[in-house]
Nanobody
Framework: QVQLVESGGGLVQAGGSLRLSCAASGRTFGETIMGWFRQTPGKEREFVAS????????YYAEPVKGRFTISRDNARNTVYLQMNSLKPEDTAAYYC?????????????????????WGQGTHVTVSS
């Protein structure tokens, strides 16, 4: 029902910025909750940020608060993750995800099992 393709990853210096994009296709995009997760080899996926389908509510993991911004442009079927002041510990594969079901609150949004569709991931490497 929904296909997601991430782009925008790459190699940046510490303190630099990247903007990740997630292009969505499918008839239900406008009704989805969208999230960004990241994963380092040997570790579980961790929540990064999420946004409601209206774009009115956002949630962020504590390590990225004040540095990352999630946004969406439903007219372009795209979700973004603007990453500023990048740190080496931000190095990971970043995945966007879509939840077709309705959910409320931080706990729901940061639970990866609540998301129905996942992109292929885009790698971000932050050098010292």
């Amino acid at each position: 029902q929904v296909q997601l393709v991430e782009s925008g990853g790459g190699l940046v210096q510490a303190g630099g910025s990247l903007r990740l994009s997630c292009a969505a296709s499918g008839r239900t995009f406008g009704e989805t909750i969208m999230g960004w997760f990241r994963q380092t080899p040997g570790k579980e996926r961790e929540f990064v940020a999420s946004i409601t389908w209206t774009g009115l509510d956002t949630y962020y993991a504590e390590p990225v608060k004040g540095r990352f911004t999630i946004s969406r442009d439903n007219a372009r079927n795209t979700v973004y993750l603007q990453m500023n002041s990048l740190k080496p510990e931000d190095t990971a594969a970043y995945y966007c995800a879509a939840a077709l079901k309705r959910g409320y609150g931080r706990l729901w949004h940061q639970t990866d099992a609540n998301y129905d569709y996942w992109g292929q991931g885009t790698h971000v490497t932050v050098s010292s």
